[in-house]
């Protein structure tokens, strides 16, 4: 039988679209709808440690919106209100609305400041539209709408088959045009930052480099320093790339633009293999592969 407490508190998360607004919509809620606590193993609130622990396959609910964990913590002040100071969630965390899900092994909601921060394996962000993976933490400023990925960072947006890749990826979001079902601001991608061992790629080419930019508007990116822009086997390097994912138009560059060159300028190379080219290579590979086959049905005689 598991223990069940009903707490009115004003926290957890609500329905969203995109990676940021799952993680937004856990700083605050300003309805009056409680939150039902459960737990297999135990629930107890003590008041002078001000805290709450749910522990065994503990759940958080409030309205559509879900939190698990092995264990669930709430703080809380001394105050008759009892407002929540942070929360935390330990040991195969996953966060869930009706159309989202986060997974991590520890997720820590600080009130002041407002911040989130969820680390350990598996830490994932799915929604309809978007998947964030990363391998060291997640961190999310609802204030700021401003969230940060460390440790080969992936975003992926499945409509448009684009990624954006790095050692860190730093998203800004805002506030779409359309509205969740309660009214509220659907959140969308501004930009994403990425830096260290970036890797941008849509459905027909691929760009690296150090440095990015990813647009989420107009789906633009710009790479800076050693980049390298593949289009199957065509590949240009240069310091500097604007490009249209979803044109696959790109733009190389000595240096970027709007930038004075300093040092040596290091000059745009490639290599273009015409289609005619291309069709000569194929037919050389089938018919070397095809004097391979013959050769080893002639072994086989032997």
């Not at 942070?86 to 002041?112: C, F, N, Q, W």
């Amino acid at each position: 039988m598991s223990n069940k407490f009903f707490w009115f508190f004003s926290l957890l998360i609500s329905p969203s679209v995109c990676c940021g607004q799952i993680l937004d919509q856990l700083s605050s809620s300003k309805d009056e709808l409680p939150i039902i606590i459960e737990a297999e193993e135990s629930v107890v609130c003590d008041e002078t440690a001000q805290k709450c622990v749910a522990t065994g396959l503990a759940k958080a609910q409030k309205g559509t919106s879900t939190v698990y964990g092995d264990v669930l913590t709430v703080y809380f002040t001394e105050e008759k209100e009892r407002k929540i100071t942070s929360i935390t969630a330990d040991g195969h965390v996953r966060l869930e609305t009706p159309t989202e899900k986060a997974y991590g092994e520890h997720a820590r909601y600080d009130v002041d400041p407002d911040h989130i921060h969820m680390t350990g394996g598996n830490l994932k962000i799915v929604t309809p539209t978007q998947i964030l993976t990363a391998q060291d933490s997640i961190e999310y400023w609802p204030t700021e709408k401003k969230g940060v990925a460390k440790g080969n960072a992936v975003a992926q947006f499945i409509e448009e088959e684009q990624l954006v890749q790095g050692d860190t990826l730093v998203a800004y979001f805002k506030p779409s045009s359309k509205k969740t079902e309660e009214g509220k601001d659907k959140l969308e991608v501004d930009r994403v930052e990425a830096e260290g061992n970036v890797l941008a790629s849509g459905p027909k080419g691929i760009i690296t480099g150090d440095r990015g930019i990813y647009f989420g508007k107009t789906e633009m990116v710009e790479v800076f320093n050693n980049v390298k822009v593949s289009q199957g086997e065509n590949v240009i390097t240069g310091g500097y790339v604007r490009a249209n994912l979803k044109t696959d138009v790109a733009e190389l560059f000595t240096h970027p633009p709007h930038v004075a060159q300093t040092g040596p300028i290091k000059r745009i190379s490639g290599i273009i293999i015409p289609k005619d080219a291309k069709k000569m290579k194929e037919k050389e590979s089938d018919s070397t592969e095809l004097n391979a086959n013959k050769s080893k049905d002639r072994h086989s005689f032997l």
